[in-house]
């Protein structure tokens, strides 16, 4: 079992990132690191944090910038060796247009990598096992779905690139892990207007989160359903798959 006392959280201002922040501060971390980009969601939710007595250093950030990510982290491992990293910020493309499918991928893809690879420089140069990367991927990246191509192909290769380092990285005691969630709420899901089956609240996909990383899962997906359907999707024949996804519906 992993023993996580100094967390860093992406994307920590809302949804699952906002979840977690307050989980393990619940649950007894000793220090956070939280960003996002809008500061009263983010003060707000290390307000909630410290009522369990837990340190909180929060950063406005945009994990699209590299350099000022990388420097964040290196800041927060100065004050408390990190444990656990989440890269989890993350947005939804909506219309997809030029700009809009450029930022998906900044961000969803981009913005993983420029929290993952610091964390990883550093973790490599420490001998301790404590060490833990979670990726946010999702259920989309399961199969290329028209009704949100960018944001489905984005998270397809944050799970790639994910499985591949959990491999690559055993040598340093590193360990990583991909959570694929279903529809969780967010402000990403309060702007869909298309079903959302098998929908779950934050704290409850935060606790499942939290469990499976405390043993070491590399593939954290959720719900079963969700995962078996999208699973058995991606296996099909091209011409079955086709047709299948075809007819689901379009966001509007």
Not at 58 to 68: C, E, G, H, M, Q
Not at 75 to 84: G, Q, R, S
Not at 147 to 160: D, E, G, L, N, Q
Not at 170 to 198: E, H, L, Q, W
Request: glycine residues 6%.
């Amino acid at each position: 079992m992993q023993n996580f006392q100094n967390i860093l959280i992406t994307g920590a201002s809302s949804g699952i990132g906002e979840a977690l922040a307050i989980h393990y501060a619940s649950t007894g971390a000793k220090n956070l690191f939280l960003c996002g980009r809008n500061s009263e969601r983010l003060e707000s939710v290390a307000a909630e944090c410290r009522k369990y007595q837990t340190n909180v250093y929060t950063k406005i950030l945009d994990v699209k910038d590299r350099s000022a990510t990388k420097i964040w982290i290196e800041e927060c491992e100065k004050t408390a060796p990190l444990n656990l990293v989440f890269a989890n910020a993350g947005v939804a493309t909506l219309q997809e247009t030029d700009e809009n499918i450029y930022n998906t991928f900044d961000i969803n893809l981009y913005g993983v990598l420029n929290t993952a690879l610091p964390a990883i420089n550093i973790f490599k140069n420490r001998r301790d096992s404590n060490k833990t990367i979670a990726l946010t991927s999702s259920i989309a990246g399961y199969h290329g779905l028209m009704t949100c191509p960018s944001y489905s192909a984005s998270k397809a290769a944050v799970k790639a690139w994910g499985e591949a380092q959990r491999l690559a990285l055993k040598a340093y005691n590193i360990n990583v892990s991909v959570i694929c969630p279903g529809f969780v709420r967010s402000r990403i899901t309060d702007k869909n207007t298309c079903p959302m089956p098998f929908f779950m609240e934050a704290p409850q996909a935060a606790k499942i989160i939290a469990e499976r990383l405390e043993k070491n899962i590399g593939l954290i997906a959720f719900p079963w359903p969700m995962r078996l359907a999208s699973w058995f999707g991606s296996i099909l024949p091209s011409w079955l798959s086709e047709l299948i996804y075809s007819k689901l519906p379009y966001k509007v």
